[in-house]
């Protein structure tokens, strides 16, 4: 029992991390919680974001995506991860399931609080981590919308 909570806490930790990571725009810091030939894929792509400097790479590019109504250097975006759950398939092999909320902003100017109109987006998320040599790593992540706030 000890060593499946042991597995739970640390691949639980891994989904929260990443998303933490991708909200900073730390690519590598982010990819460096998948294995070495991890795939992310995002909801609508079929071939996915393959090893870690494909994904850090993409994580990176993050301001580039967000409202063109907002400077770039101001563009940020959260991620609320709920619903976290883990289920080890064998001592090799998890499995996590989380919700993922987006909310996007734009930061506020002389340190005051930025803005947000909220939720734009809820996507279930699906992971399967694998033990490896370095601790326990994300092996696939897939990510498909299910909510979109007009």
């Known amino acids: ?5 042991a597995i739970e806490w640390e691949c639980a ?3 929260v991390r990443f998303y933490n990571r991708l909200d900073a725009v730390r690519g590598e810091e982010a990819a460096a919680l998948f294995a070495e030939d991890g795939i992310w894929y995002r909801d609508g792509d079929e ?3 393959t090893g870690r400097a ?14 063109p109504n907002v400077p770039q250097a101001d563009r940020m975006v959260f991620h609320l991860v709920t619903n976290v ?3 080890v398939i064998d001592g090799q092999t998890a499995e996590v399931r989380a919700l993922t ?3 996007p902003g734009a930061r506020g100017k002389d340190g005051a609080a930025g ?3 909220g939720i734009v987006a809820v996507f279930p998320t699906v ?4 033990k490896t040599a370095g601790g326990w790593k994300i092996a696939s992540k897939k990510t498909q919308q299910a909510l979109r706030v007009p």
Request: charge should be neutral; glycine fraction near 6%.
């Open 85 to 87: 759950e883990v289920s």
């Open 101 to 103: 909320s987006v909310i």
């Open 13 to 15: 930790s891994n989904t």
């Open 47 to 49: 071939a996915g974001f």
């Open 115 to 117: 803005t947000s109109r």
């Open 54 to 67: 494909e994904i850090a790479a993409h994580v990176n590019k993050l301001p580039e995506r967000g409202n």
């Open 1 to 5: 029992m000890a060593e499946r909570h």
């Open 127 to 130: 992971e399967i981590h694998k």
